[in-house]
């Protein structure tokens, strides 16, 4: 429907990888414009000021885009800041060409302005410029404000155009502003395209109705995504940013460019060619006959006699008509080669206040690392320099604040020195600028670039078999392919290494969870091998809350991404058939999850050796897995070299085909019931579901479940054994009513716990034994509190035994709230954990009663004790980790899956018996040897008949008790008797 509008303007944008103006969006603004004659002004895009980082919806063919320009006196009025350049750019705005050389931004205007906010809100003025806004004012900029300016440019034409009758079509209104804008002599062509609008003499020009002959072009492109465009390696301008060895430009020998040019419309066939912004790179015919449809060859040469860009407009001039009828961007760049031995890259100068420079430099295939450093710089000057890849993409956050020398914040960001590491190949542009709070009018710098790298042989090799916990050996030799370098050998974690062959189709979406455990390190991510070798797929890791982690949106199927220290929790990676032309495609795609809790790489020497280029060193260590690897993956470890500064220089894989682990041996089994513990001789101690009611009861090999005494109760639970089985104890309910502490004797003979005497108690239960019969619990009751004279919540833990009674246990602090004693061992040893600041703390009771707060793990709130051996070793859990506390030692985390674990309970031998979560809420029965290594017990078992699920206890004559799910029994819940290995 006509709306009847005349100009339209956009201020919005985003940087896409491939801007070549060839997508669904620049088709419907090319056909709006076309079919309803209305111009489109579109914001070029705030990614500056590197090379090709025009934005979309800008860089559609005949929508106006517009950069931002701003004067000498509009830097001092508004940012307090003194320049030389009567006009230029502001660093930001976003340059061209287009992905397919076309010509972006067409034009520039200011791009500086007051603006209207909030009424309410207080104005927001620039400190420097010595004055302050009122209220509902801000001082902003952008091309957001520059696309404004030229939409109003428009409208001015327009206006005096129909004031007239003069025709003002969307072709003649872009015409005249681009035919008559003023070119910035300090700004390349890709920069400023045409240069800044001047409304006046647009109108001259228009008033002579305007009436373009029409041309097209094909021109050649060479870059790391000229193989994407719609036509490979041809598009609307000349645009060659490859390395001097891959096609592209060098400054030792001149390279012509065959345009094609095709006059489409009516016209004269005389065009007269011409240079815009010519730095004397480039030459070409004077004039060329274009006969109407007919493709014809003009031919460019370029000689570039230093590195760096070179651009300039071809003027496509019919004398016949008003204006430039056509603007032709030839951009080209050569960039500077690192070369042996050095292979470093330096370039000195000096930039304005406010100013920019750039540096290109190519970087070759297999460079592992490309280390920038920024020296030379005076005094307090505020210098920075910014990485933008040979796709045109900034490769950190530029934003106005960041990276500069003696202003920005260098934990953020390095300003002097830093190193990107597995870049691509390609041209990359490094460009360099100070900021307009720079107290250095002229900032000198020098810029050095390094190429890193190494080679290792073999590159990657293959462990058919190995054991958990057991090492095996490797050894590589490294040589360093590029600079010179301090190195080292270095291990890491071990990875868990996932493959797949998914498809994808044409505008779709496939994907996978990956679960990050708390130990990790690293996540890699990358695909290729795609089927069909025109698909362009693109790679999206969002965290469970939809936020976006990380993406690599290259262009083209090959797409790799990489998280250092992701955090722990669920991610989701997603592939997109962005385009796809067969409709689709099959792809690999691995993942690989570094985490410490799989194993590790250590190495025998990390000595650093001074490597020159084309030296050697060997590399040689070991690899030990920790556990087998999750379900559906590998394991795989890297063997590295490593700068002085930690950066990795060269790896080699090494895969693990099979990780076995030691079996265990099932002696029986039972269930259903519930069990918390087993004593010496192998009896377990819990209760089982009889007529409805919960009945205490005690399991053997030779007898099965033997029901305890449960005279006059209503239920009750065996919650500790002693060692030698002669006692046990737990909580019973009364049918009268009342829970309380119940011992059974060897017999099953129950006694029946009185309450303390000491406050008046609701309940009271027992948690554990020894053989001397000494019980320990806890008794629960509301007392009046004495400092508030009002009611409090109390559990007071006590030992009781049948010649001495009940004895208080101290509290750790006043809190009486969550006390609970845990285990005994025979010498009177008690832990369990007490409140500490509101939360539980594992402590230590004495023999003689003497409380002791043991801590908790490094970043934990919390820790319970929940067992006690012979010799005074302690296990239990600290926040969401299993512990071991030896005697004289400090509380150590014990190996675990990288998720929650609990240690339950430890035998004299120091063998713990625990549960781990493989992933968030899948547990498994695990034990730790008296090393502390972790053993799996769901993968000691046969697999085909038991699950483990969690683990129960683990006694003095090497057996281990654990609840497993029985897969040859419909599921149901056993626990599961064993022998631990030897």
């Not at 100070?434 to 190429?451: D, G, K």
């Amino acid at each position: 429907m006509n709306q009847h509008v005349d100009v339209v303007n956009l201020s919005i944008g985003g940087l896409p990888t491939l801007n070549d103006g060839n997508n669904v969006r620049a088709v419907l603004y090319n056909r709006l414009i076309d079919d309803y004659g209305v111009q489109i002004v579109s914001s070029a895009g705030n990614d500056g000021p590197g090379m090709n980082t025009v934005a979309d919806p800008a860089v559609a063919d005949k929508v106006l885009a517009v950069g931002a320009s701003v004067s000498k006196d509009t830097w001092w009025a508004d940012y307090g800041s003194r320049v030389t350049a009567r006009q230029s750019l502001f660093p930001f705005s976003a340059r061209g060409p287009r992905e397919d050389g076309g010509m972006k931004p067409e034009i520039v205007a200011p791009g500086a302005a007051v603006s209207s906010i909030p009424t309410w809100m207080p104005g927001e003025g620039v400190p420097e410029a010595g004055y302050e806004l009122p209220a509902g004012y801000g001082m902003f900029n952008g091309t957001s404000m520059a696309s404004p300016q030229a939409t109003g440019a428009v409208v001015l034409l327009l206006s005096a155009a129909r004031a007239t009758g003069t025709k003002a079509t969307p072709a003649a209104l872009r015409t005249a502003l681009m035919s008559s804008a003023t070119f910035l002599d300090d700004q390349p062509a890709y920069a400023q395209g045409a240069g800044l609008i001047d409304v006046p003499a647009a109108w001259k020009l228009l008033a002579k109705h305007v009436d373009p002959t029409a041309y097209t072009v094909r021109a050649p492109v060479c870059s790391v995504l000229a193989g994407m465009l719609a036509t490979p390696k041809s598009g609307a301008g000349v645009y060659n940013r490859c390395g001097a060895g891959d096609g592209g430009q060098s400054t030792d020998r001149s390279k012509d460019y065959d345009v094609q040019l095709t006059r489409t419309g009516s016209g004269s066939a005389l065009a007269l060619l011409s240079w815009v912004g010519n730095d004397g790179t480039f030459s070409a015919p004077h004039t060329v006959l274009l006969t109407k449809g007919k493709e014809t060859t003009v031919t460019v040469r370029a000689q570039a006699r230093s590195a760096g860009a070179h651009s300039a407009l071809l003027r496509v001039d019919d004398p016949l008509t008003p204006g430039v009828d056509k603007l032709v961007p030839v951009t080209v760049v050569a960039g500077a080669d690192p070369a042996k031995p050095s292979y470093a890259v330096s370039a000195k100068g000096s930039v304005d206040r406010n100013g920019t420079r750039s540096v290109f430099v190519t970087v070759p295939e297999g460079a592992a690392a490309l280390k920038v450093d920024l020296s030379g710089v005076a005094g307090d000057s505020q210098t920075r320099f910014l990485a933008i890849d040979p796709q045109g993409m900034p490769v950190e956050d530029s934003a106005v604040s960041r990276c500069y020398t003696h202003f920005s914040d260098t934990a953020d960001c390095a300003p002097d020195s830093r190193t990107y590491e597995q870049p691509m190949p390609g041209v990359w542009e490094f460009e360099v600028e100070s900021r307009r709070t720079s107290p250095v009018q002229e900032n000198p710098y020098r810029l050095t670039a390094t190429v890193l790298g190494a080679t290792f042989d073999p590159a990657s090799s293959v462990i058919d078999e190995t054991a958990v916990h057991a090492p095996a050996e490797k050894a590589f030799t490294a040589v360093n392919r590029f600079a010179p370098v301090t190195a080292h050998a270095t291990g890491g974690a071990l990875g868990a290494l996932s493959q797949a062959h998914p498809t994808v189709t044409d505008q779709s979406m496939t994907g996978k969870q990956i679960t990050v455990p708390r130990d990790a390190t690293r996540l890699e991510v990358s695909m290729g091998n795609a089927s069909d070798p025109d698909a362009d797929l693109d790679l999206y890791l969002i965290a469970q809350s939809g936020a976006l982690v990380a993406s690599s949106t290259n262009g083209g199927f090959r797409e790799s991404l990489t998280v250092k220290d992701p955090k722990p929790g669920f991610f989701y990676l997603y592939i997109a058939g962005t385009d796809v032309p067969s409709g689709s495609t099959t792809f690999d795609i691995q993942d690989t999850l570094f985490s410490k809790s799989l194993g590790a790489v250590t190495v025998d020497d990390e000595k650093p050796v001074k490597l020159a280029s084309g030296r050697s060193v060997k590399v040689a260590g070991r690899l030990v897995a920790e556990t087998a690897p999750p379900s559906g993956r590998r394991l795989v470890g890297r063997f590295s070299l490593a700068s002085d500064a930690g950066t990795t220089l060269g790896s080699a894989d090494v895969l693990l085909g099979k990780v076995t682990q030691p079996t265990v041996d099932v002696t029986a089994s039972f269930g259903p019931a519930v069990a918390f513990g087993m004593d010496d001789r192998g009896r377990i101690g819990g209760s089982q579901q009889v007529s409805g009611a919960t009945r205490p009861m005690r399991w053997d090999a030779e007898h099965g479940i033997t029901l305890l005494d449960n005279t006059g109760l209503r239920s009750g639970y065996v919650l500790g054994q002693s060692g030698s089985g002669t006692w046990g104890t737990g909580q019973v309910t009364r049918t009268e009513g009342g829970t309380r502490a119940g011992v059974w004797d060897a017999d099953g003979k129950l006694t029946l716990l009185p309450l303390p005497d000491w406050e008046t108690y609701t309940f009271d239960r027992g948690f554990a034994v020894n053989d001397a019969g000494t019980v320990i619990g806890n008794a629960t009751g509301r007392v009046k509190n004495p400092a508030t004279a009002g009611d409090m919540d109390v559990n007071d833990a006590f030992t009781w035994s049948a010649q001495g009674g009940f004895h208080k246990l101290a509290h750790l602090t006043e809190s009486r709230a969550l006390t609970e004693p845990l285990a005994i061992n025979d010498a009177g040893v008690v832990v369990g954990h007490s409140s500490k600041a509101g939360k539980r703390r594992a402590v230590r009771w004495g023999a003689d009663g003497t409380i002791s707060d043991l801590g908790t793990l490094p970043g934990m709130a919390d820790s319970t004790a929940r067992s006690v051996n012979s010799h005074g070793e302690i296990v239990g859990t600290s926040g969401d980790d299993a512990f071991v506390l030896k005697p004289g030692g400090t509380m150590t985390r014990l190996p675990d899956f990288g998720f929650d674990a609990d240690a339950l309970k430890v035998n004299d031998d120091g063998w713990i018996v625990g549960t781990a979560e493989l992933q968030p809420d899948a547990t498994t029965a695990v034990v730790w040897d008296p090393q502390g290594r972790m053993y799996d017990l769901g993968a000691m078992v046969d697999r085909k008949h038991w699950a483990p699920t969690e683990g129960v206890g683990v006694n003095n004559r090497g057996e281990v008790a654990f609840y497993a799910t029985d897969l040859t029994a419909g599921g149901s819940t056993k626990i599961v008797v064993a022998k631990l290995p030897s």
